[in-house]
T-cell receptor
Framework: ETGVTQSPTHLIKTRGQQVTLRCSSQSGHNTVSWYQQALGQGPQFIFQYYREEENGRGNFPPRFSGLQFPNYSSELNVNALELDDSALYLC????????????FGPGTRLLVL | SQQGEEDPQALSIQEGENATMNCSYKTSINNLQWYRQNSGRGLVHLILIRSNEREKHSGRLRVTLDTSKKSSSLLITASRAADTASYFCATPPFSGGYNKLIFGAGTRLAVHP
């Protein structure tokens, strides 16, 4: 166990809906990164939050947005869901932005119908 | 886009045999990391090798890095059924952002009793 938790574990939505995924980082970690992993693929970096500010973004459209709270937990929001958004969403926390090692949560599996 | 490409895509061996997975990458790196993922759940950090290192060991794992060929290999010795998982190599952007990882597509390892 890494100490990183995510909720919910599974979620089913329909196209056009909005979804919020949650991540609780490991104690003392101020940096959270989000990844999308499509079936059979490696994870792709969505964005990172450091001390409540976005600190870098991958090649994802603006309908993917996030938040980080003062306790360093984080949310990933996806608006106007598309079928291709079906994936495993992983969050990872690290002690700081300079830390090379990050710890992944178990993920949220999202299915968009 | 994916930085690393693992080879083979899938590997099936018997318990006790060694498993070798390869990773090739495209750009200069600061470090290269290997992760394991069981049954499409969270990723577990296995080992990190820096660009100035050529070989690193951790228990039954041996990682090599050849920066001239832009490649790395992960060797698991004396494989066990519990090693059955997907294995990914990942690198941070050379320009910075140690924990904004770029993953390959992974090697799916099956170890049969």
């Amino acid at each position: 166990e890494t100490g990183v938790t995510q909720s919910p574990t599974h979620l089913i939505k329909t196209r056009g809906q909005q979804v919020t995924l949650r991540c609780s980082s490991q104690s003392g970690h101020n940096t959270v990164s989000w990844y999308q992993q499509a079936l059979g693929q490696g994870p792709q970096f969505i964005f990172q939050y450091y001390r409540e500010e976005e600190n870098g973004r991958g090649n994802f459209p603006p309908r993917f947005s996030g938040l980080q709270f003062p306790n360093y937990s984080s949310e990933l929001n996806v608006n106007a869901l598309e079928l291709d958004d079906s994936a495993l969403y992983l969050c990872a926390s690290s002690l700081s932005v300079d830390e090379e090692t990050q710890y992944f949560g178990p993920g949220t599996r999202l299915l968009v119908l | 886009s994916q930085q690393g490409e693992e080879d083979p895509q899938a590997l099936s061996i018997q318990e006790g045999e060694n498993a070798t997975m390869n990773c090739s990458y495209k750009t200069s790196i600061n470090n290269l990391q290997w992760y394991r993922q069981n049954s499409g759940r969270g990723l577990v950090h296995l080992i990190l090798i820096r660009s100035n290192e050529r070989e690193k060991h951790s228990g039954r794992l041996r990682v090599t890095l050849d920066t001239s060929k832009k490649s790395s290999s992960l060797l698991i010795t004396a494989s066990r059924a519990a090693d059955t998982a997907s294995y990914f190599c990942a690198t941070p952007p050379f320009s910075g952002g140690y924990n904004k990882l770029i993953f390959g597509a992974g090697t799916r390892l099956a170890v049969h009793p």
